[in-house]
């Protein structure tokens, strides 16, 4: 009787590197598709908030933060449920949702029964078959690669889904143009579909926890992903700082599709457009991070990252008709650049770093802070737009953005060339 083992060796040492790799390619692929769906879906579900539903900007916010709050949620016990389950079928089941979900809006539209709520429910559904899929992703990639192939895995996976986040804004900015935005959501729809079948193509056996890693209680289980998290100096500022940072990064966004419709007077194709071009420094990032990283250090790559993140969003608010849409371009472009960068490099240190028994725990951990303060950024938008004006709202958001770096220069990362490989043992 054979063994099932970690990897398959005949995949994890191809000569080619891994786009020989048949079931990363498979990953890679599922991923791209659903990337793209999910980024036509942020902008053409607020497009159908305002233009079929006349929302209003705190409604859109709304919006916004409903896609987010199951990490708050079901963030924790998510991710001890991922420890325990195989992680394969949970994405598999997660794509699936989420396609029933999205494809529940032209349905409504047709029968006349769409409304605000129905969208909220969509956002919140969709919202926690991510915190899974996510969760689950994160844990599945070292089942599918070696230590050292996690960089480049990683930054395979960074540069499509920053690539998404350009061709996603323009699918549906161009599909709301001419044919409507509801329509652009049976694209995405599409895109689940597809990626659950590439995911149920993968041939890599995944072991099953044993049992020993296995506690009696999703309680302790729970806590224990905390503590590793919280006791961590590098994970703890790691954390720190992409709580803080998404407070910014989702404040504006929640409100720019409100901002450039109804303030710049922009048409739906326009909008996806500027996203798109906003976006687009992310595909530089993916594709650069690994040579900074190896050439300045984990570390300080982290550093750079984190520099271009953040003073550049003082850009985005000098937005204005013409020629004046070329500083929120500028903006969004360097804003990508320091992302990619950033999510690529700690991307692979969580997950060598961290003891592979404990990653969905600890990651899901990280992402209940990091992610949770989404929500909360978009309602806090919303509530200043709707109060003060939507330009405001942006001016106030991208300030506090320009101002996360700080973060980093509190705890080890400011002194280290290079992320260390492994916790010190206590």
Not at 316 to 327: E, R
Not at 414 to 421: G, K, S, V
Request: net charge positive; with cysteine; proline share 6%.
């Amino acid at each position: 009787m054979t063994v099932t083992t970690h990897r398959d060796d005949t995949d994890v040492r191809p000569t080619g590197g891994l786009l020989r790799h048949r079931d990363f390619r498979l990953l890679w692929a599922g991923q791209a598709v659903s990337s793209v769906g999910s980024n036509v879906t942020t902008v053409a579900l607020p497009l159908v908030a305002v233009a079929v539903l006349d929302a209003g900007t705190f409604q859109v916010a709304v919006l916004t933060a409903a896609a987010w709050l199951p990490w708050l949620l079901i963030g924790l016990p998510a991710g001890a449920w991922v420890d325990r389950l195989p992680r394969r079928p949970v994405m598999v089941i997660c794509d699936l949702l989420c396609a029933v979900a999205f494809l529940s809006v032209p349905l409504a539209a047709v029968l006349d029964r769409l409304t605000v709520a129905h969208l909220l429910a969509v956002a919140l559904s969709a919202g926690a078959a991510r915190v899974f899929f996510e969760t689950a992703d994160q844990v599945y990639l070292p089942v599918l690669l070696r230590p050292g192939q996690l960089p480049e895995g990683n930054a395979k996976l960074q540069a499509t889904q920053t690539v998404s986040y350009v061709v996603g804004p323009g699918l549906a900015g161009l599909i709301a143009q001419l044919v409507g935005a509801v329509a652009a959501l049976l694209l995405d729809a599409l895109t689940f579909l597809l990626s659950a079948m590439f995911l149920l193509r993968i041939r890599t056996h995944e072991p099953r926890p044993r049992p020993s890693q296995r506690s009696r209680s999703l309680r302790r289980d729970i806590t224990e992903g905390l503590r590793f998290v919280i006791r961590d100096p590098y994970l703890r500022v790691l954390t720190l700082f992409g709580a803080a940072s998404n407070i910014g990064l989702t404040g504006y966004q929640a409100v720019l599709v409100v901002f450039l419709v109804r303030e710049l007077r922009l048409e739906p194709g326009l909008v996806g457009g500027l996203v798109g071009v906003m976006s687009a420094g992310g595909i530089i990032g993916a594709l650069l991070a690994t040579t900074v990283a190896r050439r300045c250090g984990t570390a300080r790559a982290v550093l750079i990252a984190a520099a271009l993140t953040g003073p550049p969003a003082l850009l985005i608010p000098l937005a204005a008709p013409g020629v004046g849409l070329a500083w929120p371009a500028l903006g969004g472009l360097l804003i990508g650049l320091g992302v990619a960068i950033g999510n690529v490099v700690k991307g692979a240190f969580r997950q060598t770093y961290t003891p592979h028994h404990l990653l969905g725990r600890v990651t899901v951990s990280m992402h209940l802070l990091n992610y949770g303060t989404i929500p909360l950024a978009a309602v806090l938008a919303g509530a200043i737009g709707a109060r003060y004006g939507v330009e405001t709202a942006i001016v106030v958001m991208t300030a506090w953005l320009a101002l996360t770096p700080l973060i980093l220069l509190v705890g080890p990362i400011r002194r280290r060339r290079d992320l260390p490989a492994a916790p010190v043992a206590s």
